[in-house]
């Protein structure tokens, strides 16, 4: 069996998993329904997680991101399955928490989702990668100071994450950059 119709065959056993899950699982129904009086699909962090645009459609290209079908062009969609998936069983780094960490700790907090009604996930692959990070504080660095020209400005914007027991060794920092490619057309 090829690749693709491998993972084909994962994303469509999940979307049924998540379908059928929402059907037997009254406590899903209900945070649904938390959320949709909450209106949490407009609420601006769930914008700002989801990269929308003005149009309340992601920015992002990368279908991997959305686990509803259509979840880049229907925020709310994605919102649903999203909660859906908080309650899907998985194996080890595949839980909805070990992908997308930001996303889930959000809904759980919004929706007052208590632990012991979720299922335990083991997220041994993000928890080996925060591990090496080990970030404790954050460095906003742009690359110049020139705020007349915005590309100038934020053109190359970095990010640096530094742990709590660093000493002046700046230089040995993990980094995260920005380039902006359409700056000056915005």
Known sequence: MSLMKSVVLIFASLAVNIAYSAETNPSIQNYWSIAEQKKLDQDITWQRLMYANKNQKSEVTYAGYFLSEN????????????????????????????????????????????????????????????????????????????????????GHTLLRLDPKDQQQLNLVSYLCRKLCSNCGRQ
């Open 71 to 154: 979840g880049k062009n229907n925020l709310k969609e994605e919102l649903k399955a999203d909660i859906s998936a908080l309650f899907i069983p998985t194996q080890d780094n595949q839980s909805i928490r070990c992908k997308f960490p930001a996303r889930s700790q959000w809904l759980i907090q919004q929706l007052g989702i208590q632990e012991n009604e979720l299922p335990q996930v083991k997220c041994s692959e993000f928890e080996n990668w925060i591990g090496q990070i080990k970030p404790y504080k954050a460095t906003l660095i742009y690359a110049t100071d020139f705020m007349g020209n915005p590309s100038s400005m934020f």
